[in-house]
């Protein structure tokens, strides 16, 4: 019985630390702006008309000869997810360095006048592993825009050759012209996600200060995500 109870006296112990409330709250804002905001709003956002955009070049690209233009963009995409893809994994295994060497880091801190108990090392590897959980979702989001980009491609190329003395099925062209719009946006999607999940692990990584630092942080991102998604040049 008492085995059970300690990882709930744990947390209760937790939650008498401002850093872990600001965290807490920090989450909960990351949660309601991307299942909430972004998800309810999202026909007002630069994504839905960048998103747009990319079906009606994939339409274009349906009715003409697949260029060099068309190679080029896509294998240029796919480097950049590549190695978002890289730098995300990157830092997961910084943080991992990181937390093996707590202890050390911890004893630095404290014997430079900070709280003993603040920059425990207990406490600082528990925001250190939240780091890598979300430094984590970046890489998986990364990797499968990685993937829906090269399916994408595929998509492209199977289009009905194009003949300009000659029609083909426009069945089997606006099919095949779906397929790859739905692929190419569910990548840029987690593109998009994985972006703002940096930005959200950028401001995490300040609760290592303190949790009002966090605070600050997180709000300073949340209003430049807010701009940047609904009042941009891009938008007007």
């Known amino acids: 019985m008492v085995e059970l109870i300690y990882p709930f006296k744990q947390v209760i112990e937790l939650l008498h630390h401002f850093d872990f409330i600001a965290i807490l709250l920090y989450l909960f804002i990351w949660y309601i702006f991307e299942n909430i905001i972004h998800t309810r709003y999202y026909r007002h956002s630069v994504e839905r008309f960048v998103d747009v955009e990319r079906v009606h070049w994939l339409h274009n690209a349906s009715n003409r000869r697949v260029d060099i233009a068309d190679s ?15 730098i995300s994994a990157a830092l997961v295994g910084a943080c991992l360095v990181f937390l093996i060497q707590m202890n050390t880091i911890s004893a630095w801190i404290v014997s430079n006048g900070f709280d003993k108990e603040e920059y425990s090392a207990r406490y600082l590897s528990i925001k ?5 959980i979300i430094l984590g979702v970046a890489f998986f989001r ?3 825009c990685s993937r829906g980009v090269a399916y994408t491609a595929s998509f492209v190329l199977s289009f009905p050759k194009y ?3 000659k029609k083909y099925d426009q069945k089997v062209r606006i099919g095949a012209v779906k397929r790859a719009s739905r692929t190419f946006i569910e990548a840029t999607k987690q593109f998009n996600l994985g972006i703002r999940t940096l930005y959200f692990a950028l401001g995490l990584s300040t609760s290592f200060i303190n ?5 600050i942080s997180g709000l300073l991102i949340f209003i430049y995500l807010i701009h940047n998604q609904y009042f941009s040049r891009s938008v007007r």
């Open 142 to 144: 990364f990797g499968w």
């Open 128 to 132: 250190a592993i939240l780091l890598i």
């Open 163 to 165: 003949d300009e003395h």
């Open 211 to 215: 949790g009002y630092a966090l605070l």
């Open 72 to 86: 080029l963009l896509f294998g240029n995409m796919t480097l950049i997810f590549q190695l978002m893809t890289s």
